[in-house]
């Protein structure tokens, strides 16, 4: 991995919010050894004591001490409490220089909007396997934001897995598919049918993983197109054949669209916030 762009040794990383995601990228970036002091700020007294627990973190007394203490400052709270806590930051007299919001459905030009210079934004979508080290994030930046600071940013969620720089217009569609709970539904949609059909809870689990997890690493390390294996796992007249034309029939296809749409609408209406 390349070498960082150089900081000051008195800042850190900052998150401002404890919640799941902020949690899921400490445990990532602890797994990968991450070698900055890293300071979360959050009201709720029971989620800081927990982040401890679970990472070496220091605490932020107050909003304007984590700010301070700030080289990287994470905006991890959710998408209706960015605008009042960008305004409490703008109150506090001590502005932030570069900035990433991991709020979905935010765009950069309200982030820009709402604080002005000198922050420098970069939006990000991590998903909640980063805390084993196979996170997917995707990125995009403002205009303001120079090849330094995107050179950081890209190295931090690197740490976490894997990272991908996407248009901003890509962000909601994006943030619909990636969700790890695409496979959980999935997972737990299958097991149940399966359950149905007779097996057993722990058999239907097993064999509706397998079906979901090794058959995609398998598309992922071996490096066929989808299109063939899906003709190599579907023999014609066979059982998959049979189950994937019934699920087909029965609207497969409409229905991840549409539940694809729904995701999509709620980013939109959090833009609105």
Request: aromatic share 4%.
């Amino acid at each position: 991995m390349a070498e960082e762009p150089r900081i000051s040794e008195m800042k850190a990383t900052v998150f401002l919010g404890g919640g799941r995601i902020t949690s899921a990228l400490l445990a990532g970036l602890r797994l990968a050894g991450y070698p900055r002091p890293v300071i979360v700020y959050d009201r709720n007294p029971e989620k800081l004591r927990a982040l401890q627990r679970e990472s070496r973190i220091a605490i932020a007394s107050d909003l304007k001490s984590a700010v301070e203490q700030a080289a990287v400052l994470i905006v991890a709270v959710r998408p209706h409490s960015v605008a009042p806590l960008l305004d409490e930051i703008a109150a506090c007299g001590s502005l932030p220089g570069l900035c990433v919001s991991l709020a979905a459905g935010i765009p950069l030009r309200k982030l820009r909007a709402r604080l002005g210079s000198p922050a420098r934004w970069a939006r990000g979508m991590p998903s909640p396997v980063c805390r084993i080290g196979h996170g997917l994030t995707a990125l995009c930046f403002d205009r303001t934001t120079g090849r330094a600071d995107r050179a950081r940013i890209r190295q931090l969620f690197a740490r976490v897995g894997q990272m991908l720089e996407i248009p901003e217009r890509q962000f909601d569609a994006f943030t619909a598919t990636y969700s790890s709970s695409q496979g959980y539904h999935a997972l737990a949609t299958l097991a149940e049918a399966a359950q149905n059909a007779g097996l057993d809870r722990k058999t239907a689990l097993v064999a509706a993983a397998h079906a979901l997890s090794d058959g995609i690493l398998y598309w992922k390390e071996s490096g066929q197109s989808l299109a063939r294996l899906l003709h190599e796992a579907a023999t014609p007249g066979g059982i998959a054949a049979a189950t994937m034309s019934g699920m087909d029939k029965s609207g497969y296809a409409r229905v991840v669209a549409k539940g694809l749409k729904a995701g999509i609408a709620q980013a939109r209406r959090n833009a609105k916030t």
